[in-house]
Every structure is written in C-alpha cells, then in structure tokens.
C-alpha cells in the first residue's frame, strides 16, 4: 500500500469513529470481506452517482484499495484502534 492508500483508510476510520459507527461498519467489514472485490466493481459502476460525495480521485482510490484482501483488515484495525479510548484519556 501506498502512503496515499494509508492517509485515506485513516480518513475512513477517523470519520466512522467520529459518527459513532465503529461497532456497525465493523460488523459490515467483516460480513463483506470475502465480497470485497465484487464490492470494488460495483463502485467502479456507480461512479457517475457517488462522485456527489467523493472525488473522481477519491472513488478510484478506494475501489482500487477494495480489490486488495488485506485492505478491509488493515480498516477493521484502523477503526477499532481510534473505537478504543487509550489508558488515562477521560471517558466520553
């Protein structure tokens, strides 16, 4: 992976823990991995209704990082890290 494809799976993550929606994406991540290349095509089709919300580059970037196996891992991981408050910090 790329230093880019890294950034943006952190700016993923960042914004899945920050709605609040760690636990549910987790849940879809996992359901979805062995689908995750189907997933990948099928953004690829819809990219004249999704690049509303994200970038042309965005959308490319992600649909190429869905046709790698250990992208939707190394996300659950990203997510769960920022999910888990670290030892000290006051809870919320």
């Known amino acids: 992976m790329t ?43 819809l990219s004249p209704i999704i690049e509303c919300a994200l970038s042309g580059t965005e959308l490319t970037q992600i649909a190429r990082l869905l046709e790698r196996r250990d992208s939707i891992p190394r996300l659950m991981t990203l997510i769960e890290a920022r999910a888990t408050p670290s030892p000290g910090a006051p809870a919320q």
């Not at 993550?13 to 189907?38: D, K, Q």
Request: hydrophobic letters at 60%; charged letters at 15%.
């Open 3 to 45: 230093i880019e494809d890294l950034a943006l799976l952190e700016r993923v993550a960042e914004a899945i823990v920050a709605r609040g929606m760690a636990a549910p994406a987790t849940l879809f991540l996992e359901s979805m991995g062995p689908m995750n290349f189907l997933g990948s095509q099928a953004l690829h089709v």
